[in-house]
């Protein structure tokens, strides 16, 4: 076999992978510079329908940009190089070094596809999550002709809350959770969804934390001591059973049934409602940093990013 070129190919494509990793580099210190800046400036955030997918999915499309231009430096640089760049100039190694060096610069380019792909595919997943999302906000329309007031993106106990919903029945916490590849039913047992034909489980532990910390923090906010019932809307699947008296479980058709969910010890009264509303419309306008924590830790679980993101 001949190994002619392969120094030339080792070279070359160690200096174009060098040239795109100091590229993602500056990219990477320039992000965190911008989001420093924005941290002083304390910038608030609009609420809208899916904030905390919104929130992640900017960072994800960011670094596809960044991971994308990198690849692209690197395929610019390698093809220039092969074309103009002189021979030669290098000194002589063993053939097992230079095999050695071609190696990893296919090993760094691999690893970039991969990545490229698997961000790809994340953001995919989030871009169907944030239709669900707002398709949600729509419907909840007819919650609001009710006499409810809707909130998004409500921090809570280190998480965001999607929506949280206020009325005279009291106050809905609402997470929408996707259901896993494959499954179409889905039904609430011991604090678990449990999803068939699949079999996967799903622990509501963090759900019910995260309601009892906006409680916690209502009452430091507004003085009234209120009970938060959560309500997780599994957007695709047929409920089989969905009511276990501390927890509501819906789909898309029926997200709306909670205001028919009557416990009489989260009834409030009209003045409690109005200043609970107005602490919540204050709450959820906070720093983007803060948003962007607690939704890494919301869609951590609901869609977990993959290793290599």
């Known amino acids: 076999m001949d190994f002619y070129y392969l120094p030339a190919f080792a070279v070359f494509g160690a200096l174009a992978a060098t040239v795109a990793c100091v590229y993602l580099v500056c990219a990477s210190l320039a992000a965190r510079l911008a989001g420093m800046l924005r941290r002083r400036r304390k910038r608030g955030r609009v609420s809208r329908p899916g904030e905390a997918v919104r929130s992640i999915l900017s960072v994800t499309d960011a670094r596809l940009r960044h991971l994308g231009t990198a690849l692209l430096l690197f395929i610019s640089g390698s093809l220039l190089l092969s074309v103009f760049g002189e021979r030669g100039w290098w ?10 060096l071609a190696l990893a610069v296919l090993v760094l380019l691999g690893f970039a596809v991969v990545r490229v792909h698997h961000l790809m595919t994340y953001r995919w997943r989030l871009r169907r999550l944030l239709e669900v999302h707002e398709d949600v906000a729509v419907r909840l329309s007819e919650a ?17 809350i999607d929506t949280v919903v206020t009325g005279p029945n009291g106050i809905y916490a609402l997470r929408i959770l996707p259901s896993p590849p494959g499954a179409d039913s889905v039904s609430l047992v011991n ?16 759900t019910f934390a995260t309601g009892r910390a906006l409680a916690k923090a209502i009452d430091q906010g507004t003085g ?23 927890c509501l479980i819906v789909n898309r058709d029926t997200c709306v049934s909670f205001v028919g969910w009557r416990n009489s010890s989260a009834f409030l009264m009209e003045d409690e ?10 709450h959820t306008v906070s720093r983007d940093s803060d948003a962007r924590r607690a939704a890494r830790a919301t869609l951590g679980n609901a869609v977990p990013p993959p290793a290599m993101v």
Do not use: K, M
Request: charged share 20%.
């Open 224 to 246: 009234v001591r209120a009970l938060v019932q959560p309500v997780i809307i599994v957007p695709d699947c047929r409920i089989s059973s969905g009511d276990n008296g501390r």
């Open 144 to 160: 609001q002709t009710r006499g409810n007031r809707v909130h998004f993106a409500v921090p809570a106990g280190g998480s965001c």
């Open 273 to 282: 409602t109005a200043s609970i509303d107005q602490w919540l419309s204050n």
């Open 191 to 206: 604090d678990q969804l449990h999803f068939e034909p699949v079999g996967e489980r799903f622990d509501l532990a963090r």
């Open 91 to 100: 000194s002589d190694l063993p053939l097992r070094l230079w095999a050695i």
